[in-house]
């Protein structure tokens, strides 16, 4: 059974900071490219960050640049989203994703999923 198992999210002010966890099966992580997305009420999915399976490579979408860190513990099968300076407009369901291929930032590539979570930022 492959699972994935996020962590982490809260209700914060702005300018604050929080760190997410995703937890993976073994199964799971081996080999993959681990992504975080976002979704906010009303609006699509869409990418914030990605890392690939060495950890060599991370990716980001341009609103969470400079502020968001993505990393990977691949002996803890684990993948984390760093976020600092929160702003408001981060506020949404978080999802944390694997995929072996394809484009990194589009989800329909991504094969498995998390449940989510919420992540609110006050102004």
């Known amino acids: 059974q492959v699972q994935l198992v996020e962590s982490g999210g809260g209700l914060v002010q702005a300018g604050a900071t929080l760190r997410l966890t995703c937890a993976a099966s073994?199964?799971?992580?081996?080999?993959?490219?681990m992504g975080w997305f976002r979704q906010a009420p009303g609006k699509e999915r869409e990418f914030v960050a990605a890392?690939?399976?060495?950890?060599?490579?991370?990716y980001y979408a341009d609103s969470v640049k400079g502020r968001f860190t993505i990393s990977r513990d691949n002996a803890k099968n684990t993948v984390y989203l760093q976020m600092n300076r929160l702003k408001p407009e981060d506020t949404a369901v978080y999802y944390c994703a694997a995929q072996t291929g394809g484009s990194y930032y589009e989800s329909p590539e991504y094969e498995y999923w998390g449940q989510g979570t919420q992540v609110t930022v006050s102004s």
């Open positions: 890392v690939s399976w060495s950890g060599n490579r991370r």
């Open positions: 073994r199964r799971t992580f081996n080999g993959y490219t």
